[in-house]
C-alpha cells in the first residue's frame, strides 16, 4: 500500500515537472517537433478543434466530448485497475494475519514475510503492482491532453459558460467542484478501507492538491478535471455497485447493534 501511495504522489511530481516545462508556453502546431509534440500533444490538440468545428466552435462542449471520449478509450485499463483493487482488498484478512504471524522486526522474520505474502500473492493470483500499471498508461494521456488544453491557442480565446477558457475561473465555482468531485470519486474508491489510515489520507489530500492546481491553471484544465471526475463517479459505481451496496448495508447493521 506505502508504494501504490508513493508512486501516486511520484506521478504528481511528474506531472508537476512536466506542466512546468517551458514547452508549455509554446503553441502546439502541426509543425511541432519532438516525439512528444506530434504523437502525443498535437493529436489531442486536431482532436479538440476538430470537435469544436463539429459542435459550431464552442471548445467547452468540446473539452466535455473529448473528455469522455478518451475516459472511454481507457475505461479497460481503469476496469482492470478497480479488479486489481478488488483482488488486493480481499486479501488483506489473510496479510493481516501474516503480518501478526510475523511481527518481530528481526531481519529473517521480515524475510519471511515476504516470502508468504508472495506466495499468498501467487495462490489467488494477484499482482500487487498490476492496479499501479494502468495509472502509468494513464499518465501520458492526461499530461498530453492538459498540454494541448495549454498550447492549443483557439481554446484560450474563447469562452463557455461563465467563464474565459484561457482564464482562471474568476468565481472559483469550478475549482471547488473540482475538488469535491475528486472526494467523492476517492471515496467511493475507497469503500471499506477507511480505516487504513494511509487511504484515509490520500482521500483529503488529492481533492486538496486538485483545488490548488486548478485555481492556478486556467478554466479549461479545471473543466476537463470535473467532467474527467463526473465519468470515474459514474464508471466506479457501476463497477463497484454491489461492493458499495454491501459497504453500506454493513454500516447500517452496525450502526442499528
Given at each position: 500500500?506505502?508504494?501504490?501511495?508513493?508512486?501516486?504522489?511520484?506521478?504528481?511530481?511528474?506531472?508537476?515537472?512536466?506542466?512546468?516545462?517551458?514547452?508549455?508556453?509554446?503553441p502546439i502546431t502541426e509543425e511541432s517537433t519532438g516525439f512528444w509534440n506530434e504523437y502525443i500533444v498535437y493529436p489531442l490538440s486536431w482532436l479538440i478543434?476538430?470537435?469544436?468545428?463539429l459542435l459550431g466552435g464552442n471548445f467547452g462542449l468540446s473539452i466535455i466530448v473529448v473528455t469522455i471520449l478518451i475516459r472511454l478509450v481507457i475505461l479497460p485499463l481503469?476496469?482492470?485497475?478497480?479488479?486489481?483493487?478488488?483482488a488486493m482488498q480481499a486479501l488483506q484478512p489473510e496479510m493481516k494475519a501474516l503480518r501478526e504471524k510475523y511481527s518481530s522486526k528481526d531481519q529473517k522474520t521480515q524475510q519471511k514475510l515476504q516470502q508468504e505474502t508472495m506466495a499468498l500473492f501467487?495462490?489467488?493470483g494477484v499482482n500487487p503492482m498490476a492496479g499501479c500499471f494502468p495509472l502509468l498508461v494513464q499518465m501520458p494521456i492526461l499530461i498530453g491532453f492538459y498540454h494541448?488544453?495549454?498550447?492549443?491557442?483557439?481554446?484560450?480565446?474563447?469562452?463557455?459558460?461563465?467563464?474565459?477558457?484561457?482564464?482562471k475561473d474568476p468565481y472559483?465555482?469550478?475549482?471547488?467542484?473540482?475538488?469535491?468531485?475528486?472526494?467523492?470519486?476517492q471515496k467511493i474508491m475507497m469503500a471499506g478501507q477507511e480505516h487504513n489510515p494511509q487511504m484515509?489520507?490520500?482521500l483529503w489530500m488529492m481533492p486538496i492538491m486538485i483545488v490548488v492546481f486548478a485555481i492556478s491553471f486556467p478554466a479549461a484544465l479545471s473543466l476537463y478535471w470535473v467532467v474527467g471526475?463526473?465519468?470515474?463517479?459514474?464508471?466506479t459505481y457501476f463497477i463497484k455497485g454491489p461492493d458499495l451496496k454491501a459497504t453500506a448495508t454493513g454500516k447500517a447493521g452496525g450502526a442499528k447493534k
Open positions: 500500500m506505502k508504494k501504490r501511495i508513493l508512486l501516486v504522489f511520484g506521478m504528481l511530481f511528474v506531472f508537476l515537472l512536466l506542466t512546468g516545462c517551458s514547452e508549455v508556453n509554446k478543434k476538430e470537435m469544436a468545428h481503469m476496469i482492470k485497475q478497480t479488479k486489481s483493487s478488488k501467487q495462490k489467488h494541448a488544453i495549454m498550447r492549443t491557442r483557439e481554446i484560450a480565446q474563447d469562452n463557455f459558460l461563465w467563464f474565459d477558457l484561457g482564464e472559483y465555482i469550478l475549482p471547488i467542484v473540482a475538488g469535491i468531485t475528486t472526494f467523492i470519486q484515509a489520507m490520500m471526475n463526473i465519468f470515474m463517479i459514474v464508471q
